[in-house]
């Protein structure tokens, strides 16, 4: 069973800093681009950022490009988002997802349950 | 970047209603158009890709068309647990993007 378990949320002060972690099992991990995306309270999905299988190729939503940074250790199964210079707006629930890739584009076909971002001063 | 527009934002049905959802870019993205429910407080579940094929286990009573800049997602016969909240998604650019969502309630 495909399984994306995410770790990291909490409460942190505008301008902090915070590292997200999506721990992979059920699949081959290191097979698989990966995704973020968040939805802040009351609203829709946003996508932040992807990476591909071999990190070569790394992309972010204009919202978070320079301020977060995407990553992932395929030997520890795991996918991060650093994420720096946090604003108010940026509270959400960020979920890391898995790419099917099946030659459509990026269909997310796996969700983690999603860890709770807050900024807050 | 490519926007995504969700008609209507919300619609009330019952139980073994048809309900159509229509999601419209603002470019054409040929058929690369996905679809997912999410219910309060859950992760997204993906019901649809590439505009009209089914995800594995997903119910048959979802089905998905369109091509270019129109899309619709059909619920031939609504179901107690289909009440949740709709999103299509582009996946034509890298860059991707969501709809603003459906909310189907219970009439």
């Known amino acids: 069973e495909v399984q994306l378990e995410e770790s990291g949320g909490g409460l942190v002060r505008p301008g902090g800093s915070l590292t997200l972690s999506c721990a992979a099992s059920g699949f081959t991990f290191s097979g698989y681009n990966m995704n973020w995306v968040r939805q802040a309270p009351g609203k829709g999905l946003e996508w932040v950022s992807s990476?591909?299988?071999?990190?070569?190729?790394?992309f972010y939503a204009d919202s978070v490009k320079g301020r977060f940074t995407i990553s992932r250790d395929n030997a520890k199964k795991s996918l991060y988002l650093q994420m720096n210079s946090l604003r108010v707006e940026d509270t959400a629930v960020y979920y890391c997802?898995?790419?099917?890739?099946?030659?459509?584009?990026?269909?997310?076909?796996?969700w983690g349950q999603g860890t709770r971002v807050t900024v807050s001063s | 970047d490519i926007q995504m527009t969700q008609s209507p934002s919300s619609l009330s049905a019952s139980v073994g209603d048809r309900v159509t959802i229509t999601c419209r870019a603002s470019?054409?993205?040929?058929?690369?158009l996905n679809w997912y429910q999410q219910k309060p407080g859950k992760a997204p579940k993906l019901l649809i890709y590439?505009?009209?094929s089914l995800q594995s286990g997903v119910p048959s009573r979802f089905s998905g068309s369109g091509s270019g800049t129109d899309f619709t997602l059909t619920i031939s016969s609504l179901q107690p647990g289909d009440f949740a909240t709709y999103y299509c998604q582009q996946s034509y650019i890298t860059l991707l993007s969501f709809g603003g969502g459906t909310k189907v309630e219970i009439k």
């Open positions: 997802a898995r790419d099917a890739d099946r030659g459509y584009g990026p269909d997310l076909d796996s």
């Open positions: 990476i591909n299988s071999r990190s070569n190729y790394i």
């Open positions: 590439a505009a009209s």
């Open positions: 470019q054409s993205i040929d058929n690369y």
